[in-house]
């Protein structure tokens, strides 16, 4: 129960953090010749973990008061 409670309060972004920072480790077991369940293992939690943000960026409760008007802010030039 207390770790469900810890997981709602990891914002998206730094679950999206996370799962880059594991799914980039798997690059580097998988050049060092690290042996095969390491990789594998690994790989298949970052996969949860992808799904799992891609869940929590969609279901999250944002909200904003921008339109397709205000296009680019740094270019006003585009999009007018």
């Not at 594991?22 to 992808?50: D, K």
């Not at 929590?56 to 909200?63: R, S």
Request: with cysteine; proline share 2%; hydrophobic share 45%.
């Amino acid at each position: 129960m207390v770790i469900l409670k810890i997981k709602m309060k990891i914002s998206a972004m730094t679950l999206l953090g996370l799962t880059t920072v594991l799914l980039l480790t798997v690059i580097i077991f998988t050049s060092m010749n690290l042996p095969f369940g390491w990789g594998f293992y690994t790989t298949c939690l970052g996969q949860l973990l992808l799904v799992f943000t891609v869940y929590k960026v969609l279901t999250d409760d944002y909200h904003t008061d921008k339109t397709f008007k205000d296009f680019y802010e740094d270019r006003p030039d585009l999009g007018r």
